[in-house]
Nanobody, 119 residues
């Protein structure tokens, strides 16, 4: 089971840190992906971290978002800086796997957390 948290209302240029907490013992051997979804659009992968800690980012978040993981806490994080209004979305996490630089989502999804960037 996964649970995303940490969303909220933030002004443009502000920061938030999202958490993805997992239950169960499989967390450390899985990659984790962060997705976001704007109403009316498809969910899209924005960042991922392999089981060994390598990170991958979509171009529009690279340099602003940083993903990390703490396997002792069964938690992955998404530090979001320099937020823009277009970052407004529901953010959710997934346990999956990487083959090369391609992320393959697993069947476990967390409930999303809403991030609103607005002045």
């Amino acid at each position: 089971q996964l649970q995303a948290s940490g969303g909220g209302l933030v002004q443009p240029g502000g920061s938030l840190r999202l958490s993805c907490a997992a239950s169960g013992r499989a967390f450390s051997v899985n990659a984790v992906g962060w997705y976001r979804q704007v109403p009316g659009e498809q969910r899209e992968l924005i960042a991922g971290i392999t089981a060994t800690g390598d990170t991958h980012y979509k171009g529009f978040v690279k340099g602003r978002f940083t993903m990390s993981r703490d396997d002792a806490q069964n938690t992955a994080y998404l530090q979001m800086n320099a937020l823009k209004p277009e970052d407004t979305a529901i953010y959710s996490c997934n346990l999956g796997s990487y083959i090369g630089t391609s992320y393959y989502p697993g069947r476990y999804w967390g409930q999303g957390t809403l991030v609103t960037v607005s002045s």
